[in-house]
């Protein structure tokens, strides 16, 4: 299982940026996807979820309008667009799945390297 996701970067306030996580080594299609962010002093957080097949998609309240998830099952990808960035979005980054459930789970889940597979983490900065 492979998980890759280059890019992230520096960002002004209020702009955009798009990851991507490319995977391989398994079944992508069959599984859901997330990503999940960890500020500086912070603990894990929940970010966006997408279901296999793309049946659904959720988002943590702080990014809900600004971001947006999707899915290539073709390029075994996901991506996540943020738009309208804010300091508050400084983080590393990280894909992941579980290789377990199809459908998104509860983004406040507990997330961990040890129990899911993650791509290597990409730091996104927001600054002026």
């Known amino acids: 299982v492979r998980l890759q996701a280059p890019g992230g970067g520096l960002v002004q306030p209020g702009g955009s940026l798009r990851l991507s996580c490319a995977a391989s080594?398994?079944?992508?299609?069959?599984?859901?996807m997330y990503w999940v962010r960890q500020a500086p002093g912070k603990g894990r957080e929940g970010v966006s979820c997408?279901?296999?097949?793309?049946?659904?998609?959720d988002y943590v309240e702080s990014v809900k309008g600004r971001f947006t998830i999707s899915r290539d099952n073709a390029k075994n990808t996901i991506y996540l667009q943020m738009n309208s960035l804010k300091p508050e979005d400084t983080a590393v980054y990280y894909c992941?799945?579980?290789?377990?459930?199809?459908?998104?789970?509860?983004?406040?889940?507990?997330?961990?390297?040890?129990?899911?597979?993650w791509g290597q983490g990409t730091q996104v900065t927001v600054s002026s």
């Open positions: 992941g799945t579980d290789l377990v459930a199809a459908d998104c789970e509860d983004l406040w889940r507990p997330y961990s390297p040890d129990n899911d597979y």
């Open positions: 997408i279901s296999a097949g793309e049946r659904g998609t």
């Open positions: 080594g398994f079944t992508f299609s069959s599984y859901w």
